[in-house]
Nanobody, 124 residues
Framework: QVQVVESGGGLVQAGGSLRLSCAAS????????MAWFRQAPGKEREFAAF????????YYADSVKGRFTISRDNAKSTVYLQMKSLKPEDTAVYYC?????????????????WGQGTQVTVSS
């Protein structure tokens, strides 16, 4: 069983950048499909980005495509989400999720392991 912990959130002005990290403990992330989801106050958790276990495939929500980049370093058991050109509507708690088997990458129920989340706030 893997445990994941997010970090890197904070307050940033619109147009700014942040890089989130998701580090594994307990075991390596090798072999796990990984994703980032986010949840704004009063809204449902929504998909942001996905990366395959090898890093060879990525998939993004339309709302973040071209601005966010997901990557992973399996040697460090860490997944990253580089966020650029941030907008106030990107404000949310960002969650890292992991699973050994994913059919629908943008569906929260596909993932077995979740972190506690990190807050990202974008001011206008």
């Amino acid at each position: 069983q893997v445990q994941v912990v997010e970090s890197g959130g904070g307050l940033v002005q619109a147009g700014g950048s942040l890089r989130l990290s998701c580090a594994a403990s307990g075991r390596t992330l090798r072999g796990y499909f990984m994703a980032w989801f986010r949840q704004a106050p009063g809204k449902e958790r929504e998909f942001a980005a996905f990366i395959s276990w090898s890093g060879g495939s990525t998939y993004y929500a339309d709302s973040v495509k071209g601005r966010f980049t997901i990557s992973r370093d399996n040697a460090k058991s860490t997944v990253y989400l580089q966020m650029k050109s941030l907008k106030p509507e990107d404000t949310a708690v960002y969650y890292c999720a992991a699973s050994t088997r994913v059919v629908r990458p943008n569906t929260p129920t596909e993932y077995d392991y979740w972190g506690q989340g990190t807050q990202v706030t974008v001011s206008s």
